[in-house]
């Protein structure tokens, strides 16, 4: 299995270009999650999707967007990039939530700079 | 989340067990104690999770104290590869709750 992946792992944006991330899981999970990770700080959740076709908002929402057409992936786009949005993007899945008892399985990260 | 509390680093020589202190005093009787560890540069890596009793893994050990307001994560034998930042995770329980909420975590330094 190759667990959680990422696409691509490194990309350099001017601002107001747009973009697509993607992670692929191949563990059948049903939760899928996205967040960022600001030098010196911890993972803050932008979106995630509790199942195929779902999606809903985490911590830092805005400026992103996010699709699950496929149970296997998880989509997130910059429609207009801002250097605010520099950052680590860890992709995450799991088979039920940490609440009850289930661990997240995570990417290697993709590393976006915005000029 | 539960508020934990993790010393900002630690050192260990290679070899010996590392023990990795977390405080949870605010722990509800249902929250799962969680521990990751993101090693430079990489995703976060799942070590270990526990309720109420000592569990332990190929990994580690995770020591939960009675009252269960504090736990620490044993790496038995630490090699220059466990040099990492360790976060210890109290997830909220109840209702949907999707969230890890990494803090800053311990800095962990294996030194030959």
């Known amino acids: 299995n190759a667990g959680v992946t990422q696409t691509p792992k490194f990309r350099v944006l001017k601002t107001g270009q747009s973009m697509t991330l993607l992670c692929a899981q191949d563990m059948n999970h049903e939760y899928m999650y996205w967040y960022r990770q600001d030098p010196g700080m911890g993972l803050r959740l932008i979106h995630y999707?509790?199942?195929?076709?779902?999606?809903a908002k985490g911590e830092v929402p805005d400026g992103y967007n996010v699709s699950r057409l496929k149970k296997q992936n998880f989509l997130l786009g910059l429609e207009s990039a801002a250097p605010s949005q520099t950052s680590v993007y860890f992709c995450?899945?799991?088979?039920?939530?940490?609440?009850?008892?289930?661990?997240?399985?995570f990417g290697p990260g993709t590393r976006l700079t915005v000029l | 989340d539960a508020k934990t509390t993790q010393p900002t680093s630690m050192d260990c020589a290679e070899g010996r067990a590392a023990n990795l202190p977390c405080n949870h005093s605010t722990i509800s009787g249902n929250e799962y104690v969680y521990w990751y560890r993101q090693i430079h540069s990489q995703g976060p890596q799942y070590i270990i999770h526990g309720l109420k009793n000592n569990e332990t893994n190929e990994m580690a050990s995770l020591i939960i104290t009675e009252d269960r307001k504090s736990s620490t994560l044993i790496l038995p034998h630490a090699t220059l590869r466990d040099t990492a930042v360790y976060y210890c995770?109290?997830?909220?329980?109840?209702?949907?709750?999707?969230?890890?909420?990494f803090g800053k975590g311990t800095l962990l330094t294996v030194n030959p």
């Open positions: 995450a899945s799991s088979y039920s939530i940490p609440a009850k008892d289930d661990e997240q399985f």
């Open positions: 995770i109290v997830p909220t329980s109840g209702g949907s709750n999707y969230k890890l909420t």
């Open positions: 999707s509790v199942g195929e076709g779902t999606t």
